[in-house]
């Protein structure tokens, strides 16, 4: 595969990080320190999170439709949760 842009090495620097990432876990599965179905947590979760993360970055890239960066189209609550 050919790097036509700095974004294709960005994408590839990420992913070989979450290969990493990923190898720690299994090799703390190996040694007791997670199990299976924490690892399974792991996974599912960071699927999740990545799904999320591509939405936004689709949604972000079409224009927003006409009237909708108007506060009062916003639906806001009153206030928000403090976590």
């Known amino acids: 595969m050919t790097i036509r842009s700095y974004q294709d090495l960005a994408v590839w620097q990420k992913a070989i990080k979450l290969v990493g990432i990923a ?16 690892l399974e947590v792991f996974f599912n979760k960071s699927a999740e999170v990545g799904r999320i993360l591509h939405g936004l970055v689709d949604s972000l890239k079409q224009p927003p439709a006409p009237g909708t960066l108007k506060p009062e189209t916003w639906n806001l609550p009153d206030a928000l949760p403090i976590l």
């Open 23 to 38: 190898y720690h876990f299994f090799i703390a599965l190996e040694l007791g320190y997670l199990t299976q179905s924490q």
